[in-house]
């Protein structure tokens, strides 16, 4: 299990914990090992002293920079916003129905959801230890619900195992758990651990695994009340004559492994994925609009950043006025720049060569995601699905069920594909209504039968084709972090860099408001020294 013998690494020991304690288990040996601790934030900067007249340009209006605007402003500076597109919240952002999305190549999507219905196609859930986000979203008054990552009655599915019929993710838990437990009890008998443990340890280890994975007083994985009392039952438990339960037959082990089940079970263990997750009452695009509500009358919306030049004491950004073609020019005497790095290595900035080499060498990723408007809540009312998530191994990856308004008549948003890698490039070279149409064609393997006859109306929305993005978010690796990540955060001259981008939560709205937090925090006290 160790290499060459000798004591098993951190990784081998939490990968082992992960496959026999599960998360929750996982977590705590993670945090033990500092593996897990929570995100870096200690309350709102410190921006006392700020020279009278000091002026700044943000540029962007996602949350990092109109995070940056409000702190900045709060401490006295004079703060402007440019931002391209027509609304705050950047990536932060919910279709609802009357909006329309325009992508690169033209094709525009007319949003047709029912009121109160959306979709968000970017971030969609709240981590409960992004402390920075849950700060400001109380501050800002941003109402949150519970989201619902993992849900015991969702579906898995894979092409390969049980004939391409899709199985509850419940059954197929229970019954990876069970058969595991059962081997590594088999291996105790058999003295297959006697290196790693003694005796005693192992007779404790034995009693562990007998409750974790529901063995019976054999140390056997098998039909019986303590495999159902998790996997469910054939006939469950009632009242009155024919009360009394039928437990379920546990699938074949071999099939249970074909399923790939596993990888929904990293899904959910991962930190960032672990309970209580939240999002926004009525879409996640209310925190991008709480925050435009702090920094009202500081945004110039609508504007298309062509030129950031620093020479003469100063920072001068040059835009065009995306709507009549127009030029124009705003002078300040520091910048803080959160365009994302696929966009700004297109502008043409004043900065050391490091820097320009530093934005240079960050790729983004590109995801797809789908929304389909259903008649109905189907899945709520035929499988009891309320809310989380079911895996398929086709390019849609997967589908989440909506968190809010359970129990209604509908109709309800599904999220009908969430896919990254080929998958979502393969899709995005797809027209938005062929988008739609391959979602539909995949998810009716979950549900057949209603998936396409209960479809209303859809939106897809590809990252690569944003226009204010070119990607869904950036991609570090050890060797550019290593070169580049420390020149792209550092103040050069007047300006600053802020996003996920310049954070190691990359692609989660928490690195963006730590990365504005840090960054404003260094442009601070650069000012203080001029």
């Given amino acids: ?193 006697n290196a790693v443990m003694t005796t005693e340890d192992g007779e404790m280890l034995k009693e562990a695994l007998r409750t974790w994975g529901m063995l019976d007083k054999d140390m056997r994985y098998v039909r019986g009340p303590a495999s159902a009392a998790r996997r469910g039952f054939d006939r469950p438990p009632g009242g009155g004559v024919d009360g009394a339960p039928i437990p379920s037959d546990p699938f074949d082990f071999r099939d249970v492994r074909q399923s790939g089940v596993w990888r929904a079970f990293a899904q959910h263990m991962g930190h960032e994925r672990q309970t209580t997750m939240f999002q926004p009452v009525g879409g996640m695009g209310m925190i991008g609009q709480a925050f435009a509500r702090q920094v009202e009358g500081k945004i110039r919306y609508g504007a298309k950043v062509t030129k950031i030049d620093q020479s003469g004491g100063a920072v001068t950004v040059t835009w065009t006025d995306v709507a009549s073609g127009a030029v124009e020019t705003a002078k300040a005497d520091y910048c803080v720049c959160t365009i994302p790095l696929g966009i700004l290595s297109q502008i043409d900035v004043d900065v050391s060569p490091g820097m320009r080499a530093a934005i240079a060498a960050v790729p983004y990723s590109n995801s797809v995601k789908v929304g389909l408007e259903m008649k109905s809540r189907f899945w709520e009312d035929e499988d009891a699905i309320y809310g989380g998530i079911s895996f398929t191994d086709q390019p849609i990856g997967m589908i989440s069920y909506p968190s809010g308004g359970m129990h209604s008549a509908g109709p309800g948003v599904i999220l009908g594909a969430y896919t990254f890698g080929p998958a979502s490039y393969k899709l995005a070279a797809l027209p938005p209504e062929q988008r739609i149409a391959a979602a539909l064609d995949q998810g009716a393997v979950l549900h057949p039968g209603r998936y396409k006859e209960q479809f209303s109306n859809g939106a897809a929305v590809a990252w690569s084709r944003s226009p204010f993005t070119l990607g869904c978010c950036a991609q570090w690796n050890e060797d550019t972090r290593k070169e580049h990540y420390q020149t792209l955060v550092a103040v050069d001259d007047r300006i600053v860099l802020a996003g996920e981008h310049a954070s190691y939560i990359g692609c989660w709205m928490e690195g963006a408001l730590l990365s504005s937090l840090d960054a404003i925090t260094r442009l601070h006290k650069r000012a203080l020294e001029a």
Avoid at 59 to 74: D, F, I, P, Q, S
Wanted: glycine letters at 14%; hydrophobic letters at 40%.
């Fill in 1 to 193: 299990m160790n290499r060459a013998g000798g004591a098993p690494t951190r990784r081998e020991i939490l990968h082992a914990i992960g496959v026999m304690g599960g998360a929750s288990v996982l977590y705590q040996a993670m945090a033990t090992m500092g593996h897990a601790a929570e995100t870096q934030f200690a309350g709102p900067p410190n921006l006392s002293g700020a020279r009278p007249g000091a002026s700044v340009l943000v540029l962007g209006a996602g949350l990092a920079g109109m995070l940056a605007a409000y702190e900045l402003g709060k401490a006295g500076y004079k703060v402007r916003i440019i931002e391209y597109n027509n609304r705050p919240g950047g990536r932060n952002w919910s279709l609802y129905g009357g909006d329309t999305y325009a992508e690169l190549g033209g094709a525009t999507q007319k949003i047709g959801f029912a009121k109160g219905n959306y979709l968000n196609p970017g971030p969609w859930r709240i981590p409960y230890h992004h402390r920075s986000l849950l700060h400001y979203c109380k501050a800002f008054g941003v109402a949150l619900e519970p989201f619902i990552q993992l849900n015991h009655q969702a579906l898995v599915h894979n092409s390969k195992a049980f004939g391409g019929k899709p199985q509850r993710y419940r059954e197929l838990a229970a019954d990876w758990d069970g058969n595991v437990a059962e081997l590594l009890s088999k291996a105790i008998d058999n003295k297959g651990l």
